[in-house]
């Protein structure tokens, strides 16, 4: 995980600062934010070797993102999400999901300091299973593990406030179709729901 939160980082300070460039081509704003939050889907709230199939559901799922606005409110963005903890599937297998999805945003302004983020887009579900003898070598260092990956469709929704100059908080939610998911869980269907704090490069 520290791996994938290192290459995020990394695309938001070298790819976003290059999109806001003064010119009429480049974008308008650049945002960048971290967040946690948690799923909810249909299914038991429990799960265990007697169940057909697991929901997909609770723990805490951080997250980074970032977008470009470009012309009129509107631009492209990018998230990604994991499980930050790991759920035992059946009460025995360790899993991990994690969610990445790129977006089209557009964001109303609904005062100076508040407006919407509306975004909607495509993107993919991997999920890591691990080996069922719970070894420390498997789990901690990332080995001994198979992945169920599926694609995904995705809306979302936040509302952004400006607590200081450029620095914001975001209530949010995220709905997710994904695909075949049912191979494993109990829905397709899944919503992300929590809060993220960023930072707004560009106009006031």
């Known amino acids: 995980m520290r791996k994938l939160a290192f290459l995020a980082t990394v695309f938001a300070l070298l790819v976003l600062p290059s999109l806001i460039l003064p010119n009429r081509a480049s974008a308008q ?12 889907s249909p299914g038991a709230s429990s799960c265990n070797q007697g169940a057909f199939l697991c929901a997909e559901k609770g723990g805490l799922y951080p997250s980074v993102g970032g977008d470009a606005i470009f012309h009129k409110r509107f631009g492209v963005g990018f998230d990604i999400a994991w499980r930050g903890g790991y759920g035992y599937y059946a009460g025995q297998a360790p899993y991990r999901p994690i ?7 557009y964001q109303p302004r609904l005062g100076k300091k ?10 993919w579900q991997t999920t890591r299973f691990y080996a069922y003898n719970n070894s420390a070598n498997c789990i901690y260092f990332n080995a001994c593990y198979s992945s169920n990956n599926h694609f995904l469709v995705d809306v979302g929704a936040g509302i952004r406030y400006y607590v200081w100059g450029h620095v914001f908080v975001r209530p949010e939610a995220r709905y997710y179709h994904v695909l075949n998911n049912t191979d494993v869980f109990s829905s397709g269907d899944i919503v992300r729901v929590g809060a993220s704090i960023g930072y707004t490069i560009g106009p006031d």
Not at 99 to 105: E, L, Q, Y
């Open 114 to 123: 508040a407006g919407l983020d509306l975004l909607g887009g495509i993107g």
């Open 29 to 40: 704003q650049g945002d960048f934010a971290v967040g946690f939050g948690t799923l909810v």
């Open 99 to 105: 969610i990445f999805d790129i977006n089209g945003v």
